[in-house]
């Protein structure tokens, strides 16, 4: 099978203008996310999909394969499934240019999840939960999942509702939905028509119109997730992370080039 990872990268980030661009570490963001998802044995193939043209010659300029896509997209699925459309696909695996520290092993799960149950159109993660706090943040996205392993729902509640401790029971029975996906590359064109579903617009969560309309997303579970960039503070706390551990292994953001062409 072709899988190819698409990276939709935006600029002009409500809470954190140009992120995608900030470059503290001598990278550009995204160019830290294209380089993780380089690391992937599965794809043959990474691009970014930008908003806007000084993303494109930013891209370029370290190597990666960039296109040019409709500013007005409202979502990344959106994004990707322009930059997609003309491609020899079989599987598109969105990963969000804000994630810098994504575990390349994550998008190879994904990407098998689709391979190993071919009447399944679309694949995403969820971990645990770890700390009690996040349970009832609206920002930690819920995943509720049946025996097996396909998306019943996802909400900013929280869900399960524990109803023997007034609502919110131990954080380990809780999934976090990660924010990756893997999709058909015929699903994820057909899913950028249909329009936005009454669930979706109150959750704010496009996944749940694939559910909405009847589709089923299949959830793996991993034991670890990486916090995305959304804020200056988040992006300042990644950028010290990432001195520390250049200091001590100089070497460990390497692109690697196996399974990738260089060029993505």
């Given amino acids: 099978m072709k899988i190819v990872v698409c990276i939709p990268a935006r600029y002009d980030s409500t809470r954190f203008p140009g992120k995608v661009l900030a470059q503290d570490t001598g990278k550009y963001l995204v160019q830290h996310t294209y380089e993780r998802a380089c690391k992937a044995a599965l794809p043959q193939r990474v691009l970014i999909a930008a908003d806007d043209e000084r993303i494109v010659e930013a891209a370029r300029a370290f190597g990666a394969e960039c296109v040019m896509t409709d500013p007005a997209h409202q979502s990344g ?45 679309m694949a995403t993660l969820a971990s645990p939960l770890r700390q009690a706090e996040q349970v009832a943040d609206p920002n930690v996205v819920k995943a509720i999942v049946d025996t097996r392993g396909r998306a019943i729902y996802f909400s900013r509640s929280a869900i399960p509702y524990d109803r023997d401790r007034n609502g919110i029971g131990p954080a380990d029975q809780y999934l976090r939905h990660i924010g990756i996906y893997a999709y058909r590359r015929d699903f994820l064109l057909q899913l950028a028509t249909l329009p936005q579903t009454p669930l979706e617009k109150l959750e704010k969560l496009e996944q749940l119109r694939v559910i909405e309309n009847g589709h089923a997303i299949l959830v793996g579970t991993v034991e670890h997730t990486a916090e995305g960039i959304d804020t200056p503070q988040q992006y300042a706390a990644f950028v010290q992370r990432y001195r520390q551990q250049d200091m001590n292994d100089p070497t460990r953001n390497t692109p690697a080039s196996q399974g990738q062409d260089s060029n993505g």
């Fill in 77 to 121: 699925t959106d994004r990707i499934a322009e930059a997609v459309a003309g491609l020899d696909a079989d599987i598109v695996v969105n990963v969000q240019g804000d994630e810098p520290e994504i575990d390349p092993d994550h998008i190879d799960l994904l990407a098998r999840l689709l391979v190993e149950n071919p009447d399944v159109p």
